[in-house]
Nanobody, 124 residues
Framework: QVQLVESGGGLVQAGDSLRLSCSAS????????MGWFRQSPRKEREFVAG????????YYSDSVKGRFTISKDNAKKTVYLQMNSLKPEDTAGYYC?????????????????WGQGTQVTVAS
């Protein structure tokens, strides 16, 4: 079991920055990839970014590449999502997830554990 708790969401203006955090507990060290996803009403859950626990390899969606940065702190068992140059279209609930077995880090259906999510709202 892996428990995930997100924090850091909020209401910001377009062009602002936010940093989301995802704290892991339980058997997080068995995790292959930690990912961030987002979902807004009437849309499917969308991959944002992912990072491998073992070697730090990162993955990004085209929509956030160059603006968002995923990182991890192994000692704190925490994954971060630094979001810069935010746009209104980034508005969504952001979810942290853990993929335990080797798989496709961009596919939400392959993830085993999910946090409750944190809301990010970007005003124009």
């Amino acid at each position: 079991q892996v428990q995930l708790v997100e924090s850091g969401g909020g209401l910001v203006q377009a062009g602002d920055s936010l940093r989301l955090s995802c704290s892991a507990s339980g058997r997080y060290f068995d995790t292959y990839v930690m990912g961030w996803f987002r979902q807004s009403p009437r849309k499917e859950r969308e991959f944002v970014a992912g990072i491998r626990w073992d070697n730090g390899m990162t993955y990004y969606s085209d929509s956030v590449k160059g603006r968002f940065t995923i990182s991890k702190d192994n000692a704190k068992k925490t994954v971060y999502l630094q979001m810069n140059s935010l746009k209104p279209e980034d508005t969504a609930g952001y979810y942290c997830a853990a993929l335990v077995a080797v798989g496709n880090p961009r596919n939400p259906k392959e993830y085993n554990y999910w946090g409750q999510g944190t809301q990010v709202t970007v005003a124009s």
